[in-house]
């Protein structure tokens, strides 16, 4: 019996547009250094930038993977 195959490919991140900017190269460096810093690529960064600054919610794809971790205090942590 034939099942129906699974959808390849990354999960859907929801209803988007793809929008072109030219942005200075001071802005674009600080925002590539932020996402490899945050682990996460550069126009993750820029969403939850200008959600942030909108005041709307950040997508969980615009989060760092870490994001959720606990920070432990200082002297907890070593």
């Known amino acids: 019996m034939d ?3 699974a959808k390849s490919g990354p999960k859907p991140k929801g209803n988007r547009f793809r929008v072109t900017a030219a942005l ?6 600080i925002a590539d250094e932020m996402a490899q810093r945050e682990g996460v ?3 993750a ?3 939850r930038l200008l959600c942030e600054r909108l005041g709307l919610p950040v997508p ?3 989060l760092s993977p ?3 971790q606990e920070e432990l205090p200082l002297s907890k942590a070593s």
């Open 45 to 47: 960064v820029l969403g």
């Open 60 to 62: 969980t794809y615009c």
């Open 41 to 43: 690529d550069r126009t």
């Open 3 to 5: 099942r129906p195959r």
């Open 24 to 29: 200075p190269a001071e802005v674009v460096s």
């Open 66 to 68: 870490n994001s959720t």
